[in-house]
């Protein structure tokens, strides 16, 4: 193998698209140009710190002309409406600024804004109390000074000494208010409305201008103090401390960032020329590729078939090995398929002959690393006298290459080179491995081609098997009404004879011979899927021991019957009946394996089991319901294992064996939506157990299946029988007789129709369901003929074909013994004359 066409998978990776030399150039340009430009707003900077240093004079300014406003040095408060206002512009402004600057958009810089925005407030509150309450000060000092200008003539002494003594109070009160000079004040105000002779006109604006003043000069000084002690312009230089610390430490970083960056460039630049000669190289590894996919249609054609005749597997894969070890220049190739299940088995090819043989150490060894190697190959090189494939004359190292095929299949492809300097690439590996799948692929495929017409055997197989199932269900009717017939004059003639008579033992056999005929009937409408089935929840462990009693009774005496329960719930959901049936037929063919003494053991335990492989497919995991029955019989050889569910598959042919009990308790399983499974050796004894998925619903009683009550017997009612088989009228009309009641027989619908009309009046129809009128339902014959209806229908009808019907009509499957007659009749009649 040449190294140079030979690049590592990373290498393959990082240089396998053609815009990534493109992509990289453009991206080291923009991270060059980010290392050159700016990266702050400085624009947006400056104009925060310029907003804050306005910030900082106009609230100067304000307390400034709010001084002069005091003192009554300004006579106008334009000036301070035009501070406050820029103040609130410079706030907005600066509000606006911060929102646009994710610099300063910390919690901080939010929390001290809020406190510039809080002190504003307060200053434009005290502005506006200072300029309403300072407008009427100012008025009333001028008028109170002017009234107090207008002195008393050289007559009142007293007087312009008084009003000399007020003016000297209120300017030590202008100064500084204290509620000592307030009540002075106060006082010589009254004292000169006291006074004779003095202008009343200057006394009136005196005592209205004097109080006026003493309220309002506090709290225009108070409004002062407030305005002179706002915190806004320390509060905006520190916001500007903190927004000059943010700008330098951003500054840091944008330095720090943009070294990173041009390093950055300056690196994808060296690395744009490491990747323009991988590119290169990668034109090589293309073509080596290309050549490779040559190879692998090569190996195919190998495996093609031109219609006549294809040629051998062996042949094939020989070709194809050829082939491989022409690509990589290698002096020999050889294949093994290695199964690694519970037999080690080992297929070999190659591309000379004679067919390799392998060392099983090295096999064994390369087997466990790929088993253990879930992902990938494995690969080794070691010399070609250790791997055994080729011959050991040879001089030279072997590559050896291992994967999964399958589960259970590893395949492992050997290479042999006449020298001891080979050196092999991971590009090369991954080829060798792509060829080896490709192979084993073509391999797998002429094997399924292989089994494909096995498979087409086994249905045609299975067709005919349906297609027996088909016949089954349709000769059912006839059967039923021939089966009802000999069971119904069978019971008859045994109602008619003395119990110790000889004939009565025959005429049970004849009805024992019915009854089974009637189960062979069952099992063959259950494989042809013609039943319809009763879901009801109920305890299997209460359902085996209710039919245990049966059990024992149908098993021979050699054999011991042992059961065990576990106290856990084990209710499941399906027919009771049908479970009984599985139970039955796994008992029957357990006493068929037992040929002298011997044991059959029952339990039924709740589990909770992971995936297990099933002798007949995998069972996944959950909680399930164990049904199991074993025995200590000859048990099955393992020939016949894999056959014993199919339909007539039977090896007691000659002694009545019909083949379709285990086949129709695997249906059953199926039904119940659980699994089967079977284990069994030669003279070991069979065990097989029963999966059901459990139910959380409440169980029904066992009684309501399997209870057991006198025959009830009628009271001379008429019960109309519309039946058109002659044969079955007669017997049914017999038992009818027989229970009590008096029968009145029709063969079709129309003459029971003719009798009613007549006025006759029957307390019960017994109808055929081929005999229902076809523009008349069952449920409607009861309104109409005012009585209870029951039909009489084929045990594989579908109940749900029925409709309504059945919700007043009762059904009952062919064939139909006296003792279901009895019951049902005696239900129905007992209900009508209730509704009655």
Not at 219 to 228: H, P, T
Not at 568 to 589: D, H, I, Y
Not at 704 to 724: C, D, Q, S
Not at 830 to 835: E, K
Request: net charge neutral; with cysteine; glycine share 6%.
């Amino acid at each position: 193998m040449n190294e140079r066409y030979s690049p590592t998978r990373q290498n393959f990776k990082m240089g396998a698209r053609s815009w990534s030399i493109p992509a990289l150039t453009v991206t080291a340009v923009i991270f060059g140009v980010m290392a050159v430009v700016c990266w702050q707003d400085n624009e947006t900077n400056w104009a925060i710190l310029t907003q804050l240093r306005a910030i900082n004079i106009d609230s100067a300014s304000l307390q400034r002309d709010v001084l002069r406003a005091r003192t009554g040095m300004v006579t106008t408060y334009r000036p301070i409406l035009s501070r406050l206002g820029n103040l609130r512009r410079n706030l907005e402004n600066l509000k606006l600024r911060f929102q646009q600057s994710p610099l300063l958009s910390g919690d901080d810089f939010s929390q001290m804004l809020n406190q510039l925005k809080v002190s504003v407030d307060t200053t434009d509150a005290a502005v506006a109390t200072f300029g309403a309450q300072n407008v009427l000060l100012q008025d009333s000092l001028a008028s109170f000074t002017r009234a107090l200008s207008i002195l008393p003539g050289p007559s009142s002494t007293d007087q312009r000494g008084q009003f000399l003594k007020l003016d000297n109070l209120m300017l030590q009160y202008i100064r500084q208010p204290s509620p000592a000079l307030s009540g002075a004040i106060s006082l010589e105000l009254d004292r000169i409305q006291n006074t004779r002779g003095a202008d009343e006109a200057t006394l009136r604006i005196l005592s209205r201008e004097g109080p006026i003043i003493l309220s309002l000069l506090p709290r225009v000084n108070d409004a002062v103090n407030v305005i002179q002690i706002s915190d806004a312009t320390e509060i905006a230089e520190r916001l500007q401390r903190r927004c000059l610390e943010a700008y330098s430490l951003e500054s840091v970083r944008e330095q720090r960032a943009r070294t990173f960056l041009g390093f950055v460039a300056v690196c994808l630049c060296i690395y744009i020329i490491s990747l323009v000669y991988r590119l290169r190289r990668k034109t090589d590894w293309l073509a080596r590729r290309l050549d490779h996919e040559e190879l692998i249609k090569e190996i195919g054609v190998c495996f093609e078939a031109d219609g006549v005749s294809a040629p051998s597997l062996e042949s094939s894969a020989q070709v194809a090995l050829e082939i491989i070890q022409r690509f990589f220049n290698a002096d020999a190739c050889a294949l093994a398929l290695v199964d690694h299940g519970d037999r080690w088995a080992v297929e070999t090819f190659a591309a000379t002959l004679p067919l390799p043989v392998w060392e099983d150490r090295t096999l064994r060894e390369m087997v466990s690393l790929a088993k253990s190697n879930e992902r990938a190959s494995v690969f080794r090189v070691m010399p070609t006298r250790k791997t055994g494939c080729f011959s050991r004359e040879i001089p030279g190292l072997s590559i050896l290459l291992a994967h999964k095929s399958t589960d259970q299949l590893i395949a492992i492809c050997s290479l042999g080179y006449q020298s001891y300097h080979l050196r092999a690439s991971a590009g090369e590996i991954q080829l060798l491995e792509l060829a080896t799948a490709c192979l084993c692929h073509h391999i797998d495929v002429r094997r399924k081609q292989t089994e494909c017409g096995i498979l087409g055997r086994r249905l045609e197989h299975a067709e005919r098997l349906q297609a027996v199932g088909t016949l089954a269900g349709g000769i059912a009717h006839e059967f039923n009404n021939i089966l009802g017939a000999i069971i119904g004059h069978a019971e008859m003639a045994q109602n008619s004879l003395r119990r110790s008579s000889v004939a009565r033992k025959y005429i049970e056999h004849i009805i024992s011979s019915g009854d089974r005929a009637r189960l062979i009937i069952d099992q063959i409408l259950t494989l042809s899927r013609k039943r319809e089935r009763v879901i009801t929840p109920f305890s299997v462990s209460e359902l085996v021991t209710e039919i245990a009693p049966l059990l024992r009774v149908a098993l021979p005496r050699n054999i011991d019957l042992n059961f065990r329960f576990d106290d856990k719930r084990t209710v499941v959901e399906g027919s009771p009946l049908e479970l009984q049936q599985m139970l039955m037929n796994l008992c029957k063919n357990a006493s068929q394996a037992i040929n002298t003494d011997g044991r059959i053991d029952i339990v039924v335990d709740r589990i909770v089991s992971g995936p297990k492989a099933l002798a007949h497919g995998i069972m996944p995991a959950g909680d399930y319901v164990l049904l199991c029955v074993s025995d200590t019989g000859e048990g099955i050889s393992e020939a016949v294992l894999p056959h014993i569910f199919e339909p007539f598959f039977t090896t007691r042919a000659r002694c009545g064996g019909t083949g379709l009990g285990l086949a129709a308790v695997h249906g059953q399983v199926s039904g119940f939506a659980g699994y089967i499974d079977v284990a069994s050796a030669v003279g070991e004894g069979t065990r097989f157990d029963i999966y059901l998925p459990p139910s959380s619903r409440e169980p029904v009683s066992p009684d309501t299946f399997f209870g057991r009550y006198e025959t009830p017997r009628g009271r001379g009612e008429t019960v109309a029988l519309v039946e058109p088989d002659l044969v079955l009228r007669e017997v049914y009309e017999d038992n009818i007789a027989a229970l009590g009641y008096e029968p009145a027989g029709f063969r079709t619908f129309g003459q029971f129709q003719d009798w009613i009309s007549k006025g006759k009046q029957a307390d019960l129809i017994l109808i055929d369901y081929s005999s229902l009128p076809r523009n008349q339902a069952a449920i409607a014959l009861q309104p109409a003929f005012k009585t209870a209806v029951i039909v009489i229908g084929e045990s594989g009808l579908n109940m749900s074909s029925l409709g309504d019907d059945m919700l007043s009509a009762l059904f009952l499957p062919k064939p139909l013994s006296s003792r279901t007659m009895a019951y049902a009749i005696s239900l129905k009649i007992r209900t009508q004359g209730a509704i009655r």
